[in-house]
């Protein structure tokens, strides 16, 4: 089970906004772009200025960039914005979106470096192997445990703790390798439903 499933009641929610987005002129390709620009600026502010507040920019992001993300994709399939650059904008900027908002997280003394770098390379094979699901005849994975969804919802998690200010504890040193681990698992996963849905085709 995933957050991942909950997306479908989220789009519906999200649905007049975007039908309103469409009709002031608004592209699939432009949301796309924008939710990467506001992630990379995030990144670059935390890394540059990693004051604990600033660390509660990351909660509010991430359900904003997840309703960015919902939109995109329904102005693509639901409006006929579909396009082959926007496949190649969607997946890259994801990955680059999800690694600078995971990076800052090295410089607070807390969360070992070395495992914060190791879940992010992990995260991005995760989002990778999900798209090599089209290139052996499956659909693109999103199987769990933890997908994009997952990630979005500790990391927030995590921000918003630091960002209040809670003192730190001996066990959060283990958060970001129990995190890799996951990845570990899902990319595993992602995998083999990609060869069993290709193998049943």
């Known amino acids: ?46 890394t540059i200025h990693s004051s604990p507040a600033l ?31 926007g496949a190649y904008l969607n997946e890259l900027t994801d990955v680059i979106s999800d690694a600078c908002l995971y990076l ?9 470096a070395l495992w914060v770098g190791i879940f992010t390379v992990l995260a991005v094979i995760v989002e990778m192997t999900g798209v090599i699901g089209l290139m052996v005849g499956a659909s693109r994975r999103y199987d769990g445990p933890f997908g994009k969804s997952d990630r979005a919802f500790v990391i927030g998690a995590l921000a918003l703790a630091l ?24 990319i595993v996963k992602r995998v083999r439903q990609g060869l069993q849905e290709a193998a049943a085709l």
């Open 1 to 46: 089970m995933s957050i991942y499933a909950l997306k479908p009641r989220f789009q519906a929610f999200l649905r007049p906004l975007t039908q309103g987005l469409y009709a002031a002129g608004v592209t699939a390709n432009q949301v796309t772009l924008a939710a990467c620009f506001v992630s990379v600026a995030i990144g670059i502010a935390l």
């Open 55 to 85: 660390f509660l920019l990351i909660p509010v992001w991430m359900f904003v960039r997840m309703a960015f993300n919902a939109i995109d994709g329904m102005l693509a399939r639901e409006f006929g914005q579909k396009s082959k650059l």
């Open 104 to 112: 800052p997280f090295a410089f607070v003394p807390h969360f070992p």
């Open 163 to 186: 960002g209040l200010g809670l003192p730190a504890q001996p066990w959060q040193a283990w958060v970001f390798p129990c995190m890799a681990l996951l990845c570990a698992v899902t």
